[in-house]
């Protein structure tokens, strides 16, 4: 649940609409504006250099399979790697905290509007950098639109082999850490994404080739990429 003021519905919504835009540089650097505040009220531009992007690729090199459960988890990897570089830009998002909780006057907070435009907006450039296969981005979803306490948006993605829609949804965890997803229709009738059957697909493991089902070649050294 999202506990806000009165305007996460509306205010929300187009706060969402207008958050997507970023530029890929010629020699590969990243600019982009993300949210924060609560309901996207501070925005930021920030630019994410070709070393971030080196990095980011390795990591997510770390997972090429082309099963359901390897390709949800390279979003997870994509979208954990990218707040952590918004954060290094932007330290103040470090006092995100999981759900709303004790946020309320805390700078750098983010509620429902403020993850799912910034996730939405970090799927995009996983798009544009071609590492999104088998997905395409799909705009925002709310659940409980006209209940105040109780109104939550999320990120979505479509699976391009079924047509089915995937929440990718970062509220539930602190900025900096994997998301958590599930078919669009268990995240709208409130399912949790850390019970089963859903747990295996939301797991946090020491290692990041630990969420994988396929061997990447040539296997770079797990410990370097510890959570």
Not at 15 to 32: E, F, K, R
Not at 181 to 189: E, K, R
Not at 200 to 216: F, G, K, M, S, V
Request: charged content about 20%.
């Amino acid at each position: 649940m999202t506990f806000m003021p009165l305007r996460p519905a509306v205010i929300g919504f187009f706060a969402i609409l207008v958050s997507h835009n970023d530029v890929i540089g010629p020699q590969g650097s990243v600019t982009l504006r993300i949210c924060f505040n609560w309901s996207c009220a501070r925005r930021q531009t920030m630019t994410f250099t070709p070393k971030d992007m080196a990095l980011l690729k390795r990591h997510l090199a770390l997972c090429p399979g082309t099963s359901l459960h390897d390709r949800l988890q390279h979003v997870r990897i994509g979208i954990w790697q990218m707040e952590l570089l918004a954060q290094m830009y932007q330290p103040l998002l470090a006092n995100d905290l999981a759900i709303n909780d004790a946020e309320a006057d805390v700078a750098g907070r983010m509620d429902c509007i403020d993850n799912a435009s910034n996730t939405t907006t970090y799927l995009h450039i996983l798009r544009d950098l071609r590492e999104l296969a088998g997905w395409t981005v799909a705009s925002p979803k709310v659940r409980s639109l006209f209940d105040l306490t109780a109104v939550h948006w999320t990120a979505v993605i479509l699976d391009t082999e079924t047509g089915l829609p995937w929440s990718v949804d970062s509220w539930f965890r602190p900025n900096g850490h994997l998301p958590l997803v599930m078919p669009l229709p268990s995240w709208s009738d409130r399912k949790r994404a850390w019970e089963p059957p859903f747990a295996r697909l939301n797991a946090t493991p020491h290692a990041i080739d630990e969420l994988c089902h396929a061997p990447p070649p040539g296997l770079l050294e797990p410990a370097a990429f510890s959570f």
